[in-house]
């Protein structure tokens, strides 16, 4: 069932419970517009027989944007932030007591450093619930996979009305 929501600049626990309802089930979709940005969220295969919810950038997803040096903002703020150490702990337990803390730190200057990224993929909802609540600007559009086809339709009725008129 879709359902179009007017446009509220926040948003209320009641409407993110409806947002996890929708969410939680096989499939979902639902749309966000973020300081004139429009964020959906939808619930897709991201591996074989694993579902995620990916998020789309005014309608697309572009790898490029989590693994430059500089990401776009607005991937920073809606994209799932990963890191990982460059070395594992029990690799940094082994150097430590090979050759002594001082010598780890000289020949590995970056024993402690992480990479960080951004995925453009949630694989459960709380997370995504904790760092959109954080946005300001974020209005909930509508919700359900009806509001999409609703949508083109009146598209498709109006570029047919244009054509023959």
């Known amino acids: 069932m879709a359902k179009t929501l007017s446009t509220n600049a926040s948003i209320t626990a009641s409407q993110w419970q409806q947002i996890e309802n929708e969410m939680s089930g096989s499939y979902g979709r639902v749309e966000f517009i973020l300081n004139g940005t429009k964020i959906n969220l939808e619930k897709r295969f991201i591996a074989e027989n694993r579902l995620g919810i990916l998020v789309f950038i ?17 991937a920073q703020q809606v994209w799932r932030k990963r890191s990982k150490s460059l070395y594992s702990a029990k690799q940094k337990a082994e150097l430590l007591k090979g050759i002594g803390k001082r010598r780890a730190k000289e020949w590995f200057p970056n024993i402690d450093k992480k990479r ?50």
């Not at 997803?61 to 430059?68: C, Q």
């Not at 559009?141 to 009305?161: D, I, L, P």
């Open 58 to 74: 005014d309608g697309k997803i572009d790898y490029s944007w989590s693994h430059a040096d500089e990401p776009t903002p607005i």
């Open 116 to 165: 960080e990224w951004l995925e453009p993929y949630f694989t459960q909802f709380g997370p995504i619930k904790r760092q959109y609540r954080k946005l300001d600007g974020l209005e909930l559009v509508s919700m359900g996979y009806q509001s999409q086809c609703a949508e083109k339709n009146t598209e498709n009725n109006h570029e047919k009305r244009a054509s023959h008129g």
